[in-house]
C-alpha cells in the first residue's frame, strides 16, 4: 500500500505526533502506584510511515520517490539506571514505488522504481515520567546504520536505431543513519504493555555524487507513528 506524502495517511503521521507530544505534561501528574516495571522489555510494532521525496534534476532524472507505507518494528531494551535504559531497534520501512525517467546518451530509461530503507540502531531510552507508574513516556536517542534497497526494472530505449530492450538493476547500500522519538508505556498488566511510539531516522549518504544525477531520487528522513505491544522480564 502505498500513499503520495500530500495524501491522509501521511498526514496522520504529524497528526499523531502532535497528540502525543501534547499528552507528556499530562503524564507528568500524580498516578496510583503500581508494581515496578521490568527490567527490560521486548516489543514489535506496527506504523504507517512517511518518507519526504528526494533530489529530481530534470531531465536527467525525473519522478523523485517518496510517499507513505507500512512500517514493522522491533525492539529490545533494558534498564542502566531508575530512569536510563539502553535499546536496539530494527525497523523494516515501507515500500515505496514511483515511475521514473533517466536521460542517457543517446536515449533515456523508463523505470518503475521500487525503495526500501531498513534502519537498525542502538542507542538510550530517557524516562520522562515515573517508568514505574502505568503509564510513562521516554525520549529516544539512536544511532546506526540503514540498509538502502533500490530495484529498477523497466526499458531502455533509444533512438538511433530505435529500439527498446529490457532493463534492470538493484541498488544496495550500507549508510550511517541516525535517530530520535518517544515512546508512551501503557501497562496493561505488570509485565505487558501497549506502546503508542513516535521515530525520526535521518539517513546518511550521498543519493546525489558530485557532478553527477541523483542514483535513486529518495529522500533521507522518514518519520514513523505507530502502536506496539510489550512483553517485560
Given at each position: 500500500m502505498i500513499i503520495r506524502s500530500g495524501d491522509m495517511s501521511a498526514r496522520g503521521v504529524y497528526?499523531?505526533?502532535?497528540?502525543?507530544l501534547l499528552c507528556v505534561p499530562r503524564l507528568a501528574t500524580p498516578q496510583s502506584a503500581v508494581a515496578a516495571a521490568p527490567r527490560a522489555w521486548v516489543a514489535v510494532s506496527a506504523a504507517i510511515a512517511s518518507q519526504a521525496e528526494g533530489d529530481e534534476e530534470c531531465p536527467n532524472v525525473c519522478g523523485p520517490v517518496g510517499g507513505a507505507g507500512l512500517a514493522i518494528g522491533l525492539s529490545a531494551s533494558a534498564r542502566l539506571s531508575p530512569r536510563t535504559a539502553v535499546v536496539v531497534e530494527g525497523m523494516l520501512g515501507p515500500s515505496l514505488h514511483a515511475e521514473q525517467t533517466r536521460r542517457l546518451a543517446g536515449g533515456f530509461l523508463e523505470l518503475s522504481v521500487q525503495h526500501r530503507d531498513v534502519p537498525v540502531s542502538g542507542g538510550l531510552k530517557f524516562a520522562l515520567t515515573n517508568p514505574d507508574l502505568a503509564v510513562s513516556a521516554h525520549a529516544v536517542a539512536l544511532i546506526?546504520?540503514?540498509?538502502?534497497?533500490?530495484?529498477?526494472?523497466?526499458?531502455?530505449?533509444?533512438?538511433?536505431?530505435?529500439?527498446?530492450?529490457?532493463?534492470?538493476?538493484?541498488?544496495?547500500?550500507?549508510?550511517?543513519?541516525?535517530?530520535?522519538?518517544?515512546?508512551?508505556?501503557?501497562?496493561?498488566?505488570?509485565?505487558?504493555?501497549?506502546?503508542?511510539?513516535?521515530?525520526?531516522?535521518?539517513?546518511?549518504?550521498?543519493?546525489t555524487p558530485s557532478n553527477q544525477p541523483p542514483m535513486r531520487g529518495v529522500g533521507w528522513a522518514l518519520f514513523a507513528a505507530g502502536l506496539g505491544v510489550a512483553v517485560g522480564f
Open positions: 497528526w499523531l505526533a502532535a497528540a502525543m546506526g546504520v540503514s540498509r538502502r534497497r533500490t530495484t529498477l526494472v523497466g526499458l531502455r530505449r533509444t533512438s538511433f536505431p530505435p529500439s527498446a530492450v529490457a532493463y534492470e538493476d538493484t541498488l544496495v547500500d550500507l549508510v550511517p543513519a541516525f535517530g530520535a522519538g518517544m515512546d508512551v508505556v501503557m501497562r496493561v498488566r505488570h509485565n505487558v504493555a501497549f506502546v503508542p511510539s513516535l521515530r525520526a531516522h535521518f539517513i546518511g549518504g550521498d543519493d
